[in-house]
């Protein structure tokens, strides 16, 4: 595919079940983005790699929270133990590299949290 | 810490009017501005960035940098221009971008 996919599209998960996200960058791309955004609110940055190294993670809301690109393609974002503040949609982005070129987002993944 | 503002969350016109979408940001640095935009069940887009002067689809956005402002304007709307628009910065050489909450334009025939 030309773009940045995210599944699953949907997601509805039981309070207190882990989920897993999943991000397909558009190949070749070194850095990935993952961001949160709550309903009325723009994207909040979580975490952020550049090929598989976690260069920040200081947006990350908590420890239930963890995110890893292994072989710096795919990257999975985890939440453990879900919570009702952690509804929202999870964007992931990709971009050539750093120094302000286009971050391309994908879909996202619609997290409800029940 | 950086800031971004958009004091506007609904601006509504009719078709040919002006339009300015506002943005605001608070940043020690000299920070790189852009515009990003989600059509109706489309994934967020870059529309325009002030390092490249663009004028993209007749908006454009000027850098004040003594009013911190980034303001998106188009001097004719078109309904298609219907959308959200997120103002965002992001510091020198840094690629992480905050965002604004969003604008949500509307413009009707």
């Known amino acids: 595919g030309a773009g940045v996919s995210q599944s699953p599209r949907y997601k509805v998960a039981k309070r207190g079940q882990d989920v897993a996200l999943r991000c397909d960058p558009i190949?070749?791309?070194?850095?990935l983005f993952w961001y949160q955004q709550a309903l009325g609110q723009g994207p909040e940055f979580l975490t952020y790699?550049?090929?598989?190294?976690?260069?920040?993670k200081s947006g990350l809301p908590s420890d239930r929270f963890f995110a890893e690109r292994p072989e710096g393609s795919v990257s999975t974002l985890k939440i453990q133990r879900t919570q009702q503040e952690d509804s929202a949609v999870y964007l992931c982005?990709?971009?050539?590299?750093?120094?302000?070129?286009?971050?391309?987002f994908g879909q996202g993944t619609r997290l409800t949290v029940v | 810490a950086q800031r971004v503002t958009q004091p506007e969350k609904l601006l509504s016109v009719f078709k040919g009017a002006p339009v300015e979408l506002k943005c605001n940001y608070s940043?020690?640095?000299?920070?790189?501005l852009f515009w990003y935009v989600q059509y109706s069940r489309q994934r967020l887009q870059l529309l325009l960035r002030?390092?490249s002067r663009e004028s993209i689809k007749g908006f454009t956005a000027d850098l004040n940098k003594g009013e911190t402002s980034f303001h998106l304007k188009k001097p004719f709307a078109q309904e298609e221009d219907s959308a959200m628009y997120y103002c965002?910065?992001?510091?020198?050489?840094?690629?992480?971008?905050?965002f604004g909450k969003g604008t949500m334009l509307l413009v009707s025939p």
């Open positions: 790699f550049q090929n598989e190294a976690q260069l920040d």
């Open positions: 940043y020690s640095g000299s920070p790189e």
């Open positions: 190949s070749g791309h070194v850095s």
């Open positions: 965002a910065l992001s510091p020198s050489g840094y690629s992480t971008l905050t």
């Open positions: 982005a990709s971009s050539p590299l750093t120094a302000n070129t286009e971050a391309f």
């Open positions: 002030h390092i």
